[in-house]
């Protein structure tokens, strides 16, 4: 039986639907996160909304109350996927290392036949040119491939993702180029419902103290109102501040591992195009499709050989026919395999 990409994947993530759907190693931690989202909510309507009904009995502003504490946690709950279950820029691996890169180190060398040969080796870094500044990109071992500029590899799901941005255990999946709007627009959206819950559940409260008189009596006749208010104030502090930050990140087109590895203070960053277009960038680009097409049937590849010609004199100053050094180089993800086959002497 032919068997797919998505089968042969060598990260640590999960796929559901034939490929379709990609998460990341840690996806069970998205049932945490719809239990924080979902029961707060259920309680809100089944408590709060249904209370709201009765003090607007001459008006539908309670029913608009509730319907659009459903829609709006819908909505979140759907940018909650799209950024789970996509494909978040991940770079597709090599199975062998770049051929027009490797280069032959004559400081080391191998003996061969009583001979010294150089050694073939790949260089850690190399330049690219980005809006006009030079810029160094790093060799990746394991996906045998130089990561674009502002790609970097992750260790939790084992692939190198483009604009990598950090991994989000809250939403079991890497933040990179492919997801990163969905991931804000999640965050921001959630700090909307909480300020949403907190305002409805304290107007409850001001409901039912005026109809009882004291505060806490209205606290006591609904403790869920109480109990909804102080965890949104909780949770608003987290995700609005996570908010904060990462319009302060786009505000200067900066990615979170950008800004920890070189501070907020880089007066570098050759990607800040003003603060405008960096909002432009991020919210009206179009997304680039996946580089990967995971339910694509995988091609057997015979191993690569790379042939090369050397020329060897012997000490008397006669020519030898020439020799081919044959170099092996199988599917090793953390260097060149060492040549196998040994240089023949040829009679003189």
Known sequence: MARRVYHVWKGRN??????????????????????????????????????LLHEFPTSNTGYVILVVTILFTIYVLVLLFLTSARDPGIVPRNLHPPEEEICYDPSTSVDVGGRHTPTPRLPRTKEVTVNGFSVKVKYCDTCMIYRPPRCSHCSVCDNCVERFDHHCPWVGQ????????????????????????????????????????????????????????????????????????????????????????????????????GCLRNFLEVFCTKTNPSRNNFQAYVQEEMPMRITREVKIDDSEGDSRTKVQDNLEIDNDLLKISQRRDAVEAVNS
Request: one cysteine or more; proline letters at 3%; glycine letters at 6%.
């Open 174 to 273: 890497c933040i990179g180029l492919r997801n990163y709007r969905y991931f804000f627009l999640f965050v921001s959206s959630s700090a909307l419902l909480c300020i949403f819950i907190f305002s409805m559940s304290a107007l409850n409260v001001k409901f039912l103290m005026d109809d009882y008189g004291s505060p806490w009596k209205a606290m006591k006749e609904s403790p869920a109102s109480v109990i909804l208010i102080v965890y949104s104030f909780i949770f608003l502090w987290f995700v609005g501040g996570l908010t904060c930050f990462h319009l302060y990140l786009i505000g200067r087109n900066q990615t979170t591992y950008e800004n920890f590895r070189y501070g907020a203070a880089n007066r570098h960053n050759v990607y800040d195009q």
């Open 14 to 51: 999960i796929f559901f639907c034939k490929g379709r759907l990609i998460f990341g190693p840690d996806a069970k931690s998205l049932i945490i996160t719809l239990l924080l989202i979902l029961v707060p909510v259920v309680i809100f309507c089944t408590n709060v909304a249904r209370n």
